[in-house]
């Protein structure tokens, strides 16, 4: 087996079973895997997750590997939260996804969210203090929860709280977004 930079860096995906952004669930999820990293995607349920493309046209489906019910968040060194509006709508609902998402954070292992999938960090309690970045539309719900700043900017890596909040704007970002969690995935 050739040596990967993140070869026995074990990864985890929290999507819904509808509504994730197609490339911001694919793109990174290819390229850890590509890189040696271990990526396991987690839905609600076990029925395939149906990606959209712009918030509204089909994209590709995904078998998860497990669900929320079924995973154990500890055996992972990084938590990936994808955008969506309709998928992060639905997650900062779902009490199993926060719970996981709380459990990352308590254990000071590092969050990565994308595009609206900052929403969980928000309903989860985590940016108060914190300097982020999110889809434009979600800064004033993010002042609003008590960050001391949202920036417009391709993506944050903010290591001042418990753990460290990767953060980054839309797709068109996804490669500084996925270098930024190599970076926090190898320091972890």
């Known amino acids: 087996m050739t040596d990967?930079?993140?070869n026995g860096h074990r990864v985890l995906v929290l999507v819904t079973n509808y509504g994730v952004e197609q490339d911001e669930l694919l793109v990174p999820l290819r390229r850890l895997r590509?890189?040696?990293a271990e990526v396991t995607v987690a839905a609600?349920?076990?029925?395939?997750?149906?990606?959209?493309?712009?918030?509204?046209?089909?994209?590709?489906?995904?078998?998860?590997?497990?669900?929320?019910?079924?995973?154990?968040?500890?055996?992972r060194q990084l938590l990936l939260i994808p955008g969506g509006t309709l998928n992060a709508d639905q997650l900062r609902l779902d009490e199993k996804a926060l719970a996981i998402v709380r459990?990352?954070?308590?254990?000071?292992?590092p969050i990565a969210a994308i595009c609206h999938g900052p929403?969980?960090?928000?309903?989860?309690g985590l940016v108060?203090?914190?300097?982020?970045?999110?889809?434009?539309?979600?800064?004033?719900?993010?002042r609003n929860a008590g960050a001391a700043a949202w920036?417009?900017?391709?993506?944050?890596?903010?290591?001042?709280?418990?753990?460290?909040?990767?953060?980054?704007?839309?797709?068109?970002?996804?490669?500084v977004f996925i270098d930024a969690i190599n970076k926090a995935l190898v320091g972890s």
């Not at 493309?53 to 669900?67: A, L, N």
């Not at 459990?103 to 292992?109: C, D, H, P, Q």
Request: proline content about 10%.
């Open 119 to 124: 929403w969980a960090l928000v309903e989860a």
């Open 4 to 6: 990967k930079p993140l």
């Open 44 to 75: 609600a349920s076990a029925e395939p997750v149906q990606t959209l493309v712009g918030d509204k046209d089909p994209g590709e489906s995904v078998d998860p590997d497990t669900t929320f019910d079924q995973v154990d968040p500890g055996e």
């Open 151 to 175: 920036v417009d900017e391709p993506v944050v890596s903010d290591s001042e709280g418990p753990c460290t909040l990767v953060t980054s704007r839309t797709p068109k970002d996804l490669d």
């Open 103 to 109: 459990a990352f954070a308590a254990s000071g292992r």
């Open 34 to 36: 590509d890189d040696g």
């Open 128 to 142: 108060r203090g914190r300097t982020l970045t999110s889809y434009p539309s979600l800064q004033t719900d993010i």
